[in-house]
């Protein structure tokens, strides 16, 4: 008697997969595939690309004028011939940053001699001139010279600036106004000393009272380092001064410049124009230029 033969496989519904080949090495190994993956969301057009660009340049501007650099004009003219009238200066704001300093950054205190930008601090000698709008406190830029450093006890006499009892080696030239806006005209300039580092400016009456031996008196408008009575320049300020020493009102003036007032270090002009001519036409824009001052240091 034969026996049934009774089967437990049962059938399957998959249908079958058909083999593809891997790729292999010629060492039989199989290669690694990339799949690489299609990149999703809106594409980029011209105008989000150029969007783009210009944030990050605004936002870079915004950072380079709040912590690197500032431009400013120059109004008056209490620092001709160094800066004149219609010169457009950038500043450095980094060097003369306060602050903790490192070794390997481009930073230092501040210099005697030094010309710097720094907040109005006002005058208590003459408020009334402080509501000039070309003239309001904590809001006008100055720029003026560096002349005495926090402890320093600055005096004028006559001619000469002396401070710590020592005098200050200026350059004296004699020169005389023609336009309140327009470059002080040399009338006697002698060579350089090799200490001198900068150049002062006098009116030719002044300077022939004093080689006279007259008595160079200071401007009613004048309250301290003058007539006869020394000024201790304070703790973290300055006593600042104009080249134009005949037409400036500074620290002899009004008093020392705090240091949390500065805004930096002149660098150089990046552009000037000549305010003494008319404005006719846009030529005249390039004609006015003071093409020879663009891009000169302020020393």
Do not use: C
């Amino acid at each position: 008697m034969s026996e049934s033969t009774i089967t437990t496989e049962e059938k399957t519904t998959e249908k079958p997969r058909a083999l593809a080949s891997r790729p292999v090495r010629s060492n039989g190994r199989e290669v690694e595939t990339r799949v690489e993956v299609e990149p999703t969301g809106p594409p980029r057009g011209i105008v989000r690309e150029y969007f783009e660009s210009a944030v990050v340049t605004v936002i870079m501007a915004l950072f380079g004028m709040t912590f690197i650099v500032q431009a400013v004009k120059v109004p008056t003219g209490s620092m001709q011939n160094t800066i004149v009238v219609g010169d457009h200066l950038l500043v450095n704001k980094f060097m003369l940053a306060p602050g903790p300093r490192l070794p390997v950054l481009p930073q230092r205190e501040i210099r005697r001699g030094d010309i710097i930008v720094f907040k109005y601090p006002g005058n208590p000698f003459n408020p009334e001139r402080d509501r000039d709008e070309d003239n309001i406190p904590f809001k006008v830029n100055y720029v003026k010279r560096v002349i005495g450093l926090p402890g320093d006890v600055v005096e004028v006499k006559g001619l000469r600036v002396f401070v710590n009892g020592q005098p200050l080696p200026e350059h004296i030239i004699v020169a005389r106004n023609v336009n309140d806006k327009a470059p002080l005209e040399i009338v006697e300039d002698t060579p350089r000393q090799g200490n001198e580092l900068y150049d002062v400016y006098y009116f030719a009456n002044k300077v022939e009272a004093a080689r006279r031996g007259q008595d160079v008196s200071a401007s009613p408008d004048f309250n301290f380092a003058v007539n006869g009575k020394p000024a201790k320049v304070p703790d973290n300020s300055y006593f600042v001064m104009g080249d134009d020493r005949d037409n400036s009102l500074d620290s002899r003036a009004w008093g020392f410049v705090p240091r949390e007032l500065v805004i930096g270090r002149a660098m150089f002009v990046y552009w000037s124009y000549d305010e003494t001519k008319s404005f006719s036409s846009p030529l005249d824009f390039f004609t006015n230029t003071r093409w020879r001052r663009t891009g000169t240091m302020v020393k």
